[in-house]
C-alpha cells in the first residue's frame, strides 16, 4: 500500500494544477489569479465601467484606442503581457461607432486573435472589419450596441509613430 501512496498524491496534484490552468484565466481579477496570468499565461485583464475610466495613453496594456467613444460602458481588456496583442469588448453609448479611418494605405485582414476571453464570441470573423486609426490596427465586429474589436499588434498602414521608430538615427 504505502508503493502506491506517493502515485496517487502525483496524481491528485498533476490533476488539482490542470483543472487551476484551465480555470485561473477565466476567474474574475484578484491578486491570485492576475499573478498566475501575468507569469504562466502571459495574459491580464481588466474591466471599465466606462471607457472614461480607462486611460488613452501610455505605455499601459490597458490604454484604449482612440475611436472608442468616451461614453462606452461595460470595457473589456485582455492583453498579452509580452507584446501588443489584445481583444476589447465595449457596449456603445448614444456616439455611435464610426467607419474605419486609415490614413494611408488599405488595412490588411489580419489572421486569427492570439487571445481568448470567456467574454468573447468565437464566431465573429465574418462580421469583421480593419480598423486602422491608431497605432496598431483591430479587426472590429459590432453586434447590435456590443463591439469586439482584437489586434495581433499590427501596427496601421501609415502610421507616423511606426514609421519615424524605423527610421534610423
Known amino acids: 500500500m504505502n508503493r502506491r501512496r506517493p502515485l496517487v498524491v502525483a ?22 489569479t ?56 465595449f457596449t456603445l453609448g448614444k456616439t455611435p461607432l464610426d467607419g474605419p479611418q486609415c490614413t494611408a494605405g488599405d488595412p490588411k485582414r489580419l489572421g486569427g486573435t492570439e487571445l481568448a476571453a470567456k467574454w468573447w464570441p468565437r464566431d465573429t470573423r465574418a462580421e469583421e472589419r480593419a480598423e486602422c486609426r491608431d497605432v496598431h490596427q483591430y479587426q472590429v465586429a459590432v453586434r447590435g450596441r456590443h463591439v469586439y474589436a482584437w489586434t495581433d499588434g499590427t501596427p496601421s498602414p501609415g502610421d507616423r509613430t511606426t514609421a519615424s521608430a524605423a527610421v534610423p538615427r
Do not use: C, H, M, Y
Open 11 to 32: 496524481a491528485a496534484t498533476v490533476g488539482a494544477l490542470a483543472a487551476a490552468a484551465f480555470a485561473l484565466p477565466n476567474l474574475p481579477s484578484n491578486p491570485v
Open 34 to 89: 492576475d499573478a498566475v496570468n501575468d507569469r504562466v499565461f502571459k495574459e491580464r485583464q481588466k474591466r471599465f465601467a466606462t471607457a472614461a475610466e480607462a486611460p488613452t495613453r501610455g505605455g499601459t496594456a490597458f490604454a484604449l484606442p482612440s475611436w472608442i467613444p468616451k461614453d462606452a460602458t461595460d470595457v473589456r481588456i485582455r492583453a498579452r503581457t509580452g507584446g501588443e496583442a489584445r481583444l476589447i469588448r
